[in-house]
């Protein structure tokens, strides 16, 4: 059973076009996670929900939003994608964020920007 | 920030026991994960390391040293689905974010 939901699997955008990429979970956990990763890099972590707090990386570029409008969903939006805005993202999630909890990921949505 | 070494790359024979080593420096240390990824899919949880020591689960085990900043993953008795990228993550306490940093990966190739 599915538990960490990316759709689509792969999108297509025009440059500069926005796009909007979802994730939902049936865990009902706290803590919600949009990683990009590009070829044969580690994930790079944009920002995270814990329960409805966002906390952005101080390196995320201003490009990137998310919303969390409930519990089980997550979204990513790309305001205006560049080529160097393609990889694939990996939405992921943890019961909570310290002591053992590990993070469960979906199976990521594959984006190309042309 | 965290700083994670791993092998770019390796290679094995099924049936044989290979080390995925992954070195780390980190102001406080609070855990490290490993995770398997298989080309085009998501990470997948492997193991969980705090304390010290040796941590068997199956044919995979994983050992951390804290005061070596050191762990590796040990896979025993390799199948050829175990080519995968096998990604260290290390977690610090420093700005109360407990989020795991995670490493380039180790991209292991089984073969018979």
């Known amino acids: 059973d599915a538990m960490v939901i990316q759709n689509p699997r792969y999108q297509v955008t025009q440059f500069g076009k926005p796009v909007t990429l979802s994730c939902s979970q049936t865990l009902n956990h706290n803590v919600m996670y949009w990683y990009q990763q590009k070829s044969s890099q580690a994930p790079k972590l944009l920002f995270h929900y814990y329960d409805k707090d966002f906390n952005n990386e101080a390196d995320t570029p201003d490009n990137f939003q998310s919303r969390r409008p409930n519990t089980s969903f997550c979204f990513l939006d790309i305001r205006s994608p560049g080529l160097g805005d393609a990889a694939m993202y990996l939405c992921?999630?943890?019961?909570?964020?310290?002591?053992?909890?590990?993070?469960?990921f979906g199976p990521g949505t594959r984006l190309t920007v042309t | 920030g965290q700083n994670i070494d791993q092998p770019t790359e390796m290679t094995a024979t099924e049936g044989a026991i290979v080390q995925i080593n992954c070195t780390y420096q980190?102001?406080?240390?609070?855990?490290l994960f490993w995770y398997q990824q298989h080309a085009g899919e998501a990470p997948t949880f492997l193991s969980y390391?705090?304390?010290?020591g040796l941590e068997e689960k199956g044919r995979f085990s994983s050992f951390l040293s804290r005061s070596k900043g050191y762990s590796y993953l040990l896979l025993k008795e390799l199948q050829m689905k175990d080519s995968a990228s096998y990604l260290c993550?290390?977690?610090?306490?420093?700005?109360?974010?407990?989020?795991?940093?995670f490493g380039r990966g180790t991209s292991l190739i089984v073969h018979p």
């Open positions: 980190t102001s406080g240390f609070n855990g």
């Open positions: 992921a999630t943890s019961r909570d964020r310290g002591q053992s909890n590990e993070q469960y």
């Open positions: 390391n705090v304390l010290d």
């Open positions: 993550a290390v977690r610090d306490r420093g700005g109360g974010s407990y989020i795991p940093t």
